[in-house]
Nanobody, 123 residues
Framework: VQLRASGGGLVQAGSSLRLSCTAS????????MGWFRQAPGKEREFVAG????????YYRDSVKGRFTISRDNAHNTVSLQMNSLSLEDTAVYSC?????????????????WGQGTLVTVSS
């Protein structure tokens, strides 16, 4: 599976941004998907996860109520809608695929990674 993330950019605090991740291959629906981010000088951290069908999602506490993860298995895409962005959301965001029906918050549980897209939130 090859993953390509897009949609990052420079936005002002309080704005919204939508990230997309497109996967190659015909087995996308068999993978759980996750979004992770890595801020400068910090470790990569889990942001959101979604199971194979899209029926179950999970978020880190700091983005709950602001971010929404979704997937479209017909088009091999997973998205992350980010609202009310804050300076602390500045990071490189990466999508990841896990050979399982269930997401994980642990980055080493994921088997494939996209290249990352930079989100910069300014004041």
């Amino acid at each position: 599976v090859q993953l390509r993330a897009s949609g990052g950019g420079l936005v002002q605090a309080g704005s919204s941004l939508r990230l997309s991740c497109t996967a190659s291959g015909r087995t996308f629906s068999s993978y759980a998907m996750g979004w992770f981010r890595q801020a400068p000088g910090k470790e990569r951290e889990f942001v959101a996860g979604i199971n194979w069908s899209g029926g179950s999602t999970y978020y880190r506490d700091s983005v709950k109520g602001r971010f929404t993860i979704s997937r479209d298995n017909a088009h091999n895409t997973v998205s992350l809608q980010m609202n009310s962005l804050s300076l602390e959301d500045t990071a490189v965001y990466s999508c990841a695929a896990r050979r399982s029906s269930t997401y994980s918050t642990y980055l080493y549980d994921y088997d494939y990674w996209g290249q990352g897209t930079l989100v910069t939130v300014s004041s």
